[in-house]
Nanobody, 125 residues
Framework: QVQLVESGGGLVQTGGSLRLSCAAS????????MAWFRQAPGKEREFVAA????????TYTDSVKGRFTISRDNAKNTVYLQMNSLKPEDTAVYYC??????????????????WGQGTQVTVSS
């Protein structure tokens, strides 16, 4: 089982940008899907974006489409989340997750069996 470590969070103003990184300690296999989830205080854990490691297919939650981009670097075993045009409602702890048996990219938390420790993103209003 791989270990995931997120980095890149911080405090930004509305309209700013951040790039989150998720580094895997072991090799990410072709059958994996990698995803970002987030959880704001008092809110449920929410799917943000995911990418298939086999073909690069992506999916996004509606609220981030056109603003966030998930990408991968196979050689570095790393997944990224580029976040642009940030809004206060994007404030949350962002978690990287791996689905180690992914016939398709899935959005349910229960489909992901490996999680990082989270990185805080705060967008000031």
């Amino acid at each position: 089982q791989v270990q995931l470590v997120e980095s890149g969070g911080g405090l930004v103003q509305t309209g700013g940008s951040l790039r989150l990184s998720c580094a895997a300690s072991g090799r990410i296999l072709s059958r994996y899907a990698m995803a970002w989830f987030r959880q704001a205080p008092g809110k449920e854990r929410e799917f943000v974006a995911a990418i298939s490691w086999s073909d690069g297919n992506t999916t996004y939650t509606d609220s981030v489409k056109g603003r966030f981009t998930i990408s991968r670097d196979n050689a570095k075993n790393t997944v990224y989340l580029q976040m642009n045009s940030l809004k206060p409602e994007d404030t949350a702890v962002y978690y990287c997750a791996a689905d180690r048996w992914a016939p398709v990219v899935r959005t349910q938390s229960r489909s992901y069996d490996t999680w990082g420790q989270g990185t805080q993103v705060t967008v000031s209003s």
